[in-house]
T-cell receptor, first 116, second 116 residues
Framework: AQKITQTQPGMFVQEKEAVTLDCTYDTSDQSYGLFWYKQPSSGEMIFLIYQGSYDEQNATEGRYSLNFQKARKSANLVISASQLGDSAMYFCAMREGMDSSYKLIFGSGTRLLVRP | KAGVTQTPRYLIKTRGQQVTLSCSPISGHRSVSWYQQTPGQGLQFLFEYFSETQRNKGNFPGRFSGRQFSNSRSEMNVSTLELGDSALYLC???????????????FGPGTRLTVL
């Protein structure tokens, strides 16, 4: 069964430093997508980055990069040069069946606090 | 381009009542998905609609239903409310598969439902 595991309930990082949020997944599909979302206290889910299972290069979006290790089934999010505004919940999610129904399975999330 | 909008933003109901939540997707998006977020269960997929058809449904009782209109706007309905239905209900929209950017699913601000 498809599953997303985020083992870090909470993390601290010093402002301007880099931080890695862990995510492992389990699926029997060959075609799948991995997503990271940020959820501030306001509640809205903000799309950060996407990695397809067939993408050979790690995805990057500004200060966000995804460390995709397919054999280990991990898709860690790296945030470089942390800012105070990065304090939020972060969710890893997976979508199977990329050409059909759009259904995301989410992990339990990691709460990130950036210290000044 | 306007984002995903959800109405109402906050709602208080009592047990046994029913509720209807509304979601307007980003212009041009034909896929609309609904998620329930609670502290105990996290983010769970409710259902997805595409071109007025339900394509996928999560593991929720029949009290939870939805529909999509020809303009892609979607509503979800919960009948006979229970205390456990108190949650943040998030709607997300996406382009159809095959179009550039279809892997991104954009979320609305959510409707926070409290059942007393």
């Amino acid at each position: 069964a498809q599953k997303i595991t985020q083992t870090q309930p909470g993390m601290f990082v010093q402002e301007k430093e880099a931080v890695t949020l862990d995510c492992t997944y389990d699926t029997s599909d060959q075609s799948y997508g991995l997503f990271w979302y940020k959820q501030p206290s306001s509640g809205e889910m903000i799309f950060l980055i996407y990695q397809g299972s067939y993408d050979e290069q790690n995805a990057t979006e500004g200060r966000y990069s995804l460390n995709f290790q397919k054999a280990r089934k991990s898709a860690n999010l790296v945030i470089s040069a942390s800012q105070l505004g990065d304090s939020a919940m972060y969710f890893c999610a997976m979508r199977e069946g990329m050409d059909s129904s759009y259904k995301l399975i989410f992990g339990s999330g990691t709460r990130l606090l950036v210290r000044p | 381009k306007a984002g995903v909008t959800q109405t109402p933003r906050y709602l208080i109901k009592t047990r046994g009542q029913q509720v209807t939540l509304s979601c307007s997707p980003i212009s041009g998006h034909r896929s609309v998905s609904w998620y329930q977020q609670t502290p105990g269960q996290g983010l769970q997929f409710l259902f997805e609609y595409f071109s007025e058809t339900q394509r996928n449904k999560g593991n929720f009782p029949g009290r939870f239903s939805g529909r999509q209109f020809s303009n892609s706007r979607s509503e979800m309905n919960v009948s006979t409310l229970e205390l456990g239905d108190s949650a943040l209900y998030l709607c997300a929209s996406s382009l159809e598969p095959g179009l550039a950017g279809y892997n991104e699913q954009f979320f609305g601000p959510g409707t926070r439902l409290t059942v007393l």
